[in-house]
Every structure is written in structure tokens, then in C-alpha cells.
Nanobody
């Protein structure tokens, strides 16, 4: 069992940066791949980024590639999402997820979810 708690969201102007954190409980954190997803009002949840259990492989949505960076620290049971050059269209509730997905971009592939942290980007 893994419990996930996101933090680091907030209000930022376009072009600014935020770093999201997701702290996990449980000694098996390092065995899970981790993903970040987001959901804007009236829209479906969408994939943002994912990282393999070892941290050696990362995946990004086309819309954030080059602006966002996912990383993890298995010693701290934490995964991060560094978000730079933020745009108003990045505004959403951001969730982290844990699992062993066959398809990193597919939300149903993940077993555990946090409650989300709100990111709002003003123009």
C-alpha cells in the first residue's frame, strides 16, 4: 500500500516556475513507477510526465516537453515535477500516481493516487 501527498502548487504568473512534490509512504516506493497527471475544469485527466522506478527513464506529454522535468529521490520517497515557462493552459489540479504501468501515459495503469495540488497560471 502506498499513500501519496502532493504539495507545491499555487498561483504564478505566465512564464514563472513551480516545483511540485509528491511524498509517498511505504517502504516499496522505489519499486513503483511514478506519474504526474493533471485535470482542468471540464476536461479529462491527462498525462503530464512519468518516471521509471530507477529514475533512468522518463516520459513527457508533448505539451510540456522541454518545460517540465520529472525526477525522484528514492531515499526520500519523493517524486518532483519542476515546471518552468508556465502557461495559462497549464492551469489544472495536478495529481501524482504510483504503479507499474504497462503504458505510462494511461491513467488506469496506475494503482495509487494522491489528492492533488492546484496550479493556477495567470496571464
Amino acid at each position: 500500500q502506498v499513500q501519496l501527498v502532493e504539495s507545491g502548487g499555487g498561483l504564478v504568473q505566465a512564464g514563472g516556475s513551480l516545483r511540485l512534490s509528491c511524498a509517498a509512504s511505504g517502504r516499496t516506493f522505489s519499486s513503483y513507477a511514478m506519474g504526474w497527471f493533471r485535470q482542468a475544469p471540464g476536461k479529462e485527466r491527462e498525462f503530464v510526465a512519468a518516471i521509471a522506478w530507477s529514475g533512468g527513464t522518463t516520459h513527457y506529454a508533448y505539451s510540456v516537453k522541454g518545460r517540465f522535468t520529472i525526477s525522484r529521490d528514492n531515499a526520500k520517497n519523493t517524486v518532483y515535477l519542476q515546471m518552468n515557462s508556465l502557461k495559462p493552459e497549464d492551469t489544472a489540479l495536478y495529481y501524482c500516481a504510483a504503479g507499474n504501468p504497462v503504458l505510462f501515459r494511461l491513467s488506469v495503469s496506475y494503482d495509487y493516487w494522491g489528492q492533488g495540488t492546484q496550479v493556477t497560471v495567470s496571464s
